[in-house]
Structures are given as C-alpha cells and as structure tokens.
C-alpha cells in the first residue's frame, strides 16, 4: 500500500516537471525527458527544432543543431519547477575538425523531494526516494553544403540515452534515440532555417507489473535571422506532436543587443496550466554565457530554468552594427586562416579576396 501511494504521488510530481512539453493528460513513462533545460528555447516558446543555437537547446530539441557547433563547449543548466521538483542538465561538445562533425554527451537528472508513505491502516510510514536520470551520446554532422561556408546548408544528428526512473525499491529503465535534421540557408533578408526532429524513441518503461510507452515527441520548425539596427533579430516556430497527446504549436523571437545581452520571449498553445506565455534573457561576456527564463503556471506558480555555458578557445569578436557583408567577411577571414594552417595558401587568398570584396577596409583580410 505504502508503494502504491507513493507511485501515485511519484507520477504526479513528475507531470508537474514535464507540464512545459504536454498539453493534457500523457500516458508515456519517462515524462522526464521531454523536460526542454536550455532556458534560450523555453523563454522562445520552447522552439529550436529549425534552429541552431545553444548546446542545451539542440540536445533537447534536435540533434542536428550540434553540427553548427564551432567551438568546444560546456554548459550546466538548473531548473526549478512546482511543489520543490527540481532537475539538472550537464552537456559537453567537441568538434572533431574538417568534415568529422560534432560528438557531444549530456546527462539529466530529476530530484523530487521525500514522498510520504502510508501503511494498509492508513498510518503514516518511513519516507518514500524517487529520481529520474539519464545519459545521452550525441553526433551530428554537415552533409551537403556550400563549401566556403560550413555553416549553411543540410546537416543531420543523432542520439542514443539511457535513462531510469526509481521509485523506493522499484526501478525501470530504457534504451532510446533521438534524429533530427536541419537546414539552414542565406536569403537576401536573413538566414532561413527549417528543421525536422524525433526524440525519445524505443522502447518503454516497465514499473512494477505495468509498462508504459516511450515518450517520444516528434517535431518541425523555422527560423529566420535578420539584422535590427545592425544587431540579431531571430523568429522561430515550432509544431510538435507528443505519441500521447495533442499537438502543440509555440512561437518565440529574440533579439541580440551588440551581442551581449539577449531579450527573449515566446508562446506556446494549448497549456492547462498558466497562459503560455515565457519570457527570459541571456548575458554573454566574452565566451562565458548566462541564460534564464521564467514560466508561468497560474496558480501553481512560476518556473525558474537558469544555465551556464563556456566556450573554450578564442572568444567570439565581439562588433556591433555589422551588415550581413561585414558578417559574412569576417567568416571568410577565419576560413582563411584555417587554410594557411594547412598550408593551402591559394584557397586562403581567394577567400580573403572575397572577404575584401565584401569589407574593402577590414583590417585583418588586408594584413593576411
């Protein structure tokens, strides 16, 4: 009786932490894991499955995003939910150079506080443990593209987590896969991003004598990035249908202030619980990177999600009111120098001519 409570009260604590991904009542286990930790994707109406970006966001919402990783990184995340429910996100990227691609791994954790349990006599009893947990091997990687710049064109992701869920003396776990693909390409306007994703797929969770499907989430997404006063301006929608529940349809922009401060805000229909609507914000100091987001869940409260994030390696030049010429320059600029490392010193002129082409005064393309 004391297990059957607390099994109870387990998986109610757990759709208050998985509320930001369902829109009803899910009948999957592992609810965990359709838990979004990037605070940038929440606060953007939990979009970025046609959208690159954060290390958080791409492990959680389309593998395909890590392939646009361009330096090694790691980034920590925080979240706290309703009725003291709390969980962790910890993730590492490294690029493997040329066309190798991107290998990452990331592992989440769920805390729920003590459960009281019960007796048959309805007596109260010792506490009940419970936690979720998981960890994920990821890869992505460029498949066609234009070849002066990596960052445009088809990429394609994948991931294999192991996660389980305990419960006292009881426990389940499960073997599951994430795909995606994302392509991203320069118009006269912006940059257009369109993405395709399935997360959490395989088999289910067996707790106790029952057994329940895998939470899988299937998505869809754009993106586009345009300049505002010289500064990022990024639109993002995404459409996602959970194997249980209704499909959901969420919104979100951001716009990038000289490339340290971020100013967020998104909306996702269909929410029981609060208006949807999710706000939040990001300050980048060199390659150091700080995000939160709030949400909220009308009576129950409000949701805090906070992350970390470094970058190791040279930090990203920071130069505000750049035209997309100017943008496109300095990329040549670094392709360039990449090249003189090879020694493939033609290749390396022909991309600082470009670059010059682009910015006739750039100070760096004309000393190379």
Known sequence: MKNITALFLFSAACCCAAAPALAGAGKAGGEFLRVIHSPRAVAM???GAGLYGDLLGAASLNPAALARTGYSETAFAYNSWLEGVTAQQAAYAQPLGGRRGVAAVSIYMLSVPDISGYDNSGSPASKVEAGDF???AHYAVRLS????????GLFAGAAIKYASEKLETMSASAVLFDAGLL??????????GAGLSATSVGGGFKFDSSSDPAPSVTRAGVSFITLAAGDPLTFAA???KPSDTDSVLSFGAEYQLRRLIALRAGYVSGEDLGSGLRFGGGVAVKTLQFDYAISSYGKFGSAHRFSLSYKFGKPAEITPHLSPDQE?????????RLLMKDSRYYEAVVELNDALGLDPAYPEALEL
């Open 45 to 47: 109406g939990e979009t």
């Open 183 to 192: 392509w991203i390409k320069d118009l006269p306007w912006g940059t257009f």
């Open 134 to 136: 998981a960890g994920a």
């Open 238 to 240: 995404d459409l996602k």
């Open 145 to 152: 593209g234009p070849w002066r710049d990596r960052r445009l």
């Open 328 to 336: 496109k320059a300095r990329w040549k600029v670094e392709q360039a």
